[in-house]
């Protein structure tokens, strides 16, 4: 079991930054490959970034390329989403997400483990 608990999300103008963090308790993320996904309201939830567990190789959306970068911790078993040039667009309630798979991190169903959600809201 993985425990996952997500921090970091508030209110921001657009054009600004903010840093989101997945706390991972019950084992240790090193194991994991780890995602972020977004959820707008009246909206399906979607990819945002990955970390495969192995070759640490990275991934993102189209929307949020060059603009976000997912990172990892593995001496404080936690995961990052640093985030700039916000735009109103990227309003959701971000998740945090843990996989034992390394392809597929595109998609929900591909997790095991979610975090519950902070908010991100940006202002125009």
Not at 34 to 53: C, I, L, N
Not at 72 to 96: F, G, I
Request: overall charge positive; hydrophobic content about 35%.
């Amino acid at each position: 079991q993985v425990q996952l608990v997500e921090s970091g999300g508030g209110l921001v103008q657009a054009g600004g930054s903010l840093k989101l963090s997945c706390a991972a308790s019950g084992r240790t993320v090193s194991r994991y490959s780890m995602g972020w996904f977004r959820q707008a309201p009246g909206k399906e939830r979607d990819f945002v970034a990955a970390f495969s567990w192995i070759g640490g190789i990275t991934s993102y959306a189209d929307s949020v390329k060059g603009r976000f970068t997912i990172s990892r911790d593995n001496a404080k078993n936690t995961v990052y989403l640093q985030m700039n040039s916000l735009e109103p667009e990227d309003t959701a309630v971000y998740y945090c997400a843990a996989s034992s798979r390394v392809v597929g991190l595109g998609s929900p169903s591909a997790h095991d483990y979610w975090g519950q959600g902070t908010q991100v809201t940006v202002s125009s």
